[in-house]
Structures are given as C-alpha cells and as structure tokens.
C-alpha cells in the first residue's frame, strides 16, 4: 500500500471547504446571512493550503540535504579558488 502525501489526503477536505465557500459565497448574494460563514471558511483553506506548502518546503530541503554525501557541510568556501589564479587577500 502506498502512502498518500499530505497534499493527497488533504485533498478531498479542501474540495470539500470549496463547495461550501461556494454555497455561503452564493447565500450571501441572496441576501442571505452567510458572509461569517464565507470568510471563515476560506481562511481555513488557505491556512490547509500553507500548511501543505510548508511541509513540502521542508521535505524538500530535507531531501536535498540527505542526497548530499556529507550534506555540504565539510565544503571549504575557497575550494574552487585554489587553481583560479585569483589571491586570497585577509
């Protein structure tokens, strides 16, 4: 069984969130109370939405790092200088 992503299991929560955006969206043209409702519920999509978007950042960097032998760490910043011709100067 393959694991779903974040995105993939929050999805059918923000398709949900949608249509009820889109129903107290269109209460509220009606004349209808609804606009609480509407506001709020588009915060919380764009909250879901930002949440993901963080995650993926992270699992992204996180990935990049450990796909490095030594994560960049033991790099000297003046590695490709050495054979440049430019001098150091400090």
């Not at 779903?4 to 129903?23: G, V, W």
């Amino acid at each position: 069984m393959r694991l779903k992503t974040l995105r993939e299991s929050l999805q059918p929560t923000i398709t949900t969130l949608s249509d009820c955006a889109d129903y107290w969206s269109e209460m509220n043209m009606r004349g209808k109370s609804g606009h609480n409702h509407y506001v709020k519920v588009v915060k919380l999509i764009e909250e879901i939405k930002m949440y993901i978007l963080e995650n993926e950042r992270k699992q992204d960097e996180e990935l990049r790092l450990s796909s490095r032998s030594d994560g960049g760490l033991h790099r000297r910043m003046d590695d490709g200088m050495e054979d440049s011709g430019v001098e150091r100067f400090g």
